[in-house]
RNA sequence: GGGCGGUUAGUUCAGCUGGUAGAACGCUACGUUGACAUCGUAGAGGUCGUUGGUUCGAGUCCAAUAUCGCCCACCA
């Protein structure tokens, strides 16, 4: 059954496959099971017509390795995927679409569009999640919801009915963003603002029945036309004479008056505001508060309509310039100064927002907001990093109502019908035929469509079934944490919130975990208009999904944006590769009957003590780590571990005993090396669950799937203090003695006597135990122990050591001078730490402030310097003789 | 105008509740020792942006400041 390892690590030949065996396998689906804890994630579902991106592949492998993890420390663990309707950005690519074939959605309708669109969906939904796949992701695929399925449809409609029937939607003439382009309403999160730069155009309004003008400044000259009036701060005195008069509108003739709000400010400008209240938020305001009424002069397009007289027909930008030239050839425009502002755009496609006034529906917010902000000050919800919480409560303290309403197709329909013979509003679960007032059934439903965060806002419990009790709604309902990226915190993460306080009466996760951005190797943002995208499947394609992911995880915190290093990603390569030879060494060593590793029975030789002392060591930091969502730092221990714990030091260790003639104690090597192999690759299977998998697959013992194995726990039996310092103290020991020998360029291959001149007997037994490493590590032929160091002549390297030294007589090989060199080296570093210690021992601060067990461990650290200081200058002496 | 983050080795970044600065890549020298050259061994490289403060002791806490970046914001 047990098959070899093929020679070269190929994660191409198994990841698909072991995908596949796990998906098949239903490894991926957890029961709903009473004896066990649920523990579930929800993932952010991506654009159902998008494709893999590097930020997916970042929170999908953190989310990954959250439910792998979870689901080996026998949680009932369900990753829920999907995918979002997208309402808008669909939309636009199928408009992109039907209009390179020469259609348009007017000439199609609302029906042939939404077919148009479904067909779009089903040629493109797959993509993405196909591309998880290659990732990894061990999510349940039985449960991949939609947001426009009919389960999740239900739920926003039962959302909508509910919050209106509340009074917390309603219907109004608003002023909201408008996109000329995308001709829709759009919320004020979706609108960017960018810095441009503009003017400031200072324009004379006259005042009627008098010589005087007041000048006014502007951004915007073409909403002149609706000007409805010019404001003044009530205590600007240089205008206080003109509150209550009239004034001539520019151009237009109209007889607009002055008033007075707090809103303006006397600095700013010329310290006169035009008021327009149809075409900005701010105007809309003052102008409710004044009753001034309306004034539309630029429709949906972005042209100037009839109330712009002989503006009428101009695009809003060209109707700017003309307005500008205009005024200066009446001599009304007294001056243009160059002038910087944010100007809003679209998200989606860039185009400058046109505040319209419009019919939409909204939620109203403050009474949502605040049980979310209580629950934040309760601290029941806990962002890591934790400064992301300043931003949510941010949001929510100065939230404006919610525009949800969009002019578009593809999405939910709003559930809200009118009666055109008594102009009743009918909002309903089911579709409405006749008018609940006046009977009639002249009825039609809205044709606006939601804002696509509307439904997902619901997602943690409309894809468990949600309004109906389901069984997996009352088991994995709330969910424990949200992965997802800090620039959709306003987007989504608060409308999930005040959206399960509202429906469900508890928060839908108790963590919300933000990443940063990936952004390309010089740190820009990737994008497609810049072409610095990476594609994450090239990558996998070349270095295999484990390295990825590995390259994702590590060498960053969470909520800071990460530079993409292709370097990186080879490196983890490397290191899945010398995972991969280092089981291929531990197989070719195996006996060929090994049926179940273990200790049981074994006779633990010092090395095996140690490196199970490591092991237990990191698991228990390991787990310190994942609680805190600390899973770079969790993966570079298990990186570290196996690297060096592991191969560079254990495996080379061992290898004498597997070669040599005392089969006993190779046959204990050999179950100490699988038994802490698999063990680490349990504590290595959620960063790379491939080559994790398959590897376990080939080793004896092992059971069918490592993905379902249980999570390695700390065994405080399997700590070996002793035995852990005795092999640190042999590590020194040869790293100490390789040190000396290639500072004196002394080839591996020409082996040296060790001579070791001991301060005390409590060494000598540690290192006659470990004689067979130091020939192998230290390139050794021999070991002896001289008790007076006066018996040894000058002609040798001398390794000074914490309790002893170490002599390698080698007569014709050394160089004096390079050895007094090397010495002197020693004993600069040696006196720089005694002085640093001494320093310190010597403030009376230290010693009597600091905590005792730091003070004794200075204490020690003198001796001990002093000591092996002493031994450098003894021999420097004596070579200078 | 507010708020936040970065500033640590040539490069990209770690560094938890303050106690002699770490990794990876790169670089230098050596190495065909029976897993791995996608490797091994050894080495060089940092006044932790600046200035103050708290402390016996600060990359780590506090305050200023410089610089880069991000988010929010109704001075038209």
Redesign the pocket.
Known sequence: MRENLPK??DPKEFEDRLYGFWNDNGYFTPEIDENKKPYTIMMPPPNVTGSLHMGHALNNTIQDILIRWKRMEGYSALWLPGTDHASISTEAKVVEKIKSEGRSKDELGREGFLKEAWEWTDLYGGTIKNQLKKLGVSCDWTRDRFTLDEMLSNAVEEVFVRLYDKGLIYRGDRIINWCPSCHTAIS?AEVD?E?SHGHLWHVNYPVKDSDETITI????PETILGDLAVAVHPEDERYTHLVGKTVVLPLVGREIPVIADN???M????????ITPSH???DFEVGARHGLGQCVVIDEDGYINENGGEFKGLERFAARKAIAEKLNEEGLLKEVKDHD??VGHCERCKTVIEPIISKQWFVKMEPLAKPSLEAYYKGEINFVPE?FG??YV?WLE?IKDWCISRQLWWGHRLPVYYCDDCGEIIVSREDVNSCSKCKSTNIRQETDTLDTWFSSALWPFSTLGWPEDTEDLKYFFPTDVLVTGYDII?FWVIRMIFSSLEQMGELPFKDVFLTGLVRDSE?RKMSKSLGNGIDPLEIIDEYGSDALRFTLIT???PG?D??F?I??VE?N??FA??LW??T??VL?NLEENMEKPTLEGMDLQVEDKWILTRLHTIIGEIKDNMDKYEI??AG?RIYDFI?EDY??WY??MV?SRL?GDDKESAKTAQNVLVVVLKETLKLLHPFMPFITEEIWQHLPGSSEALIVESWPAADTDLVFQKEKEDIEFIKTAI?GI??AR??MNI??SRKSKLIFVLENDSLKPIIEDSKVKFMALASAEEIVFEVDKRNLGDDNISVVLDGCEVYLPLSDLIDFDKEIERLQKEKSKLED?IK?VKSKLS?E??VS???AK?VEEEKE?QIKYSQMLENVLERLESLKR
Not at 217 to 220: E, K, L, N, P, V
Not at 267 to 274: S, V
């Open positions: 070269n690590y004020d603002h810095d400044a502007t951004t915007r809103y303006v400010e600095e700013f400008g010329t310290g006169a505001l035009k900005d938020p701010n502002n944010a400064r300043k931003v941010h100065n306003f740190g060498g960053n915190t800071n990460m530079r290093i370097d990186r490196a390569r490397n590769n010398k030879n280092a291929r060494f070719m770079g730092l570079q690297w191969c560079d495996i080379e290898k070669y790293k390789r040190n290639a500072e080839i591996p730490e640093r403030n601060g230290f402030k600091a905590p730091i650290k």
